[in-house]
T-cell receptor
Framework: AQTVTQSQPEMSVQEAETVTLSCTYDTSESDYYLFWYKQPPSRQMILVIR??????QNATENRFSVNFQKAAKSFSLKISDSQLGDAAMYFCAYRRYAYTGTASKLTFGTGTRLQVTL | EAQVTQNPRYLITVTGKKLTVTCSQN?????MSWYRQDPGLGLRQIYY???????DKGDVPEGYKVSRKEKRNFPLILESPSPNQTSLYFCASGSHARGTDTQYFGPGTRLTVL
């Protein structure tokens, strides 16, 4: 079974600084997706960034970028120029490619709470 | 606006009183799913549906039922709720087409069972 591990329960960053959230996963599949979701105090789950395993290039979305290391099964999220609005719980998630049965399931880590200070 | 909606957003009920949480999406997605979120456990899948009339169990299906009679709706039914079903529930939907198959989440339903 696939597992996703976020080893940092809490992180803190100063406004305008850069922070990296870690995620490792375990799978025997070669084709899959990885995601970072943000959950602010409103509890809404918001997609931050997505990476397809067959793509070597790391995904980037404005101030958010990932470092995808397929061989190491590592998928970290870097937030540059941190803003107060970035304060939230961040979840790393895995999904096997192919919409067949349980392959469609998102497997989540336990989350990292990010605090942004002035 | 493309969205997944859930109702109610907050619900307090008592043990054994049947309840339904509705989920609706307007993106014509084939795939829909229910997750529950508990502290320290992340989100876990309860049930999912690949398309109309096609549903199957996720990781934690005990105590829940679902139905998919229409493509846009995927209600979650608790026939006899118990306190251990107190949780935050999310509905999600997604398409099957690669490249557009990201799953989008509803706003969540906070359920308390006394």
């Amino acid at each position: 079974a696939q597992t996703v591990t976020q080893s940092q329960p809490e992180m803190s960053v100063q406004e305008a600084e850069t922070v990296t959230l870690s995620c490792t996963y375990d799978t025997s599949e070669s084709d899959y997706y990885l995601f970072w979701y943000k959950q602010p105090p409103s509890r809404q789950m918001i997609l931050v960034i997505r990476q397809e395993a067959y793509k070597q290039q790391n995904a980037t979305e404005n101030r958010f970028s990932v470092n995808f290391q397929k061989a190491a099964k590592s998928f970290s999220l870097k937030i540059s120029d941190s803003q107060l609005g970035d304060a939230a719980m961040y979840f790393c998630a895995y999904r096997r490619y192919a919409y067949t049965g349980t392959a469609s399931k998102l497997t989540f880590g336990t989350g990292t709470r990010l605090q942004v200070t002035l | 606006e493309a969205q997944v909606t859930q109702n109610p957003r907050y619900l307090i009920t008592v043990t054994g009183k049947k309840l339904t949480v509705t989920c609706s999406q307007n993106m014509n997605h084939e795939y829909m799913s229910w997750y529950r979120q508990d502290p320290g456990l992340g989100l876990r899948q309860i049930y999912y549906s690949m398309n109309v009339e096609v549903t199957d169990k996720g990781d934690v299906p005990e105590g829940y039922k679902v139905s998919r009679k229409e493509k846009r709706n995927f209600p979650l039914i608790l026939e006899s709720p118990s306190p251990n079903q107190t949780s935050l529930y999310f509905c999600a939907s997604g398409s099957h087409a690669r490249g557009t198959d990201t799953q989008y989440f509803g706003p969540g339903t906070r359920l308390t069972v006394l």
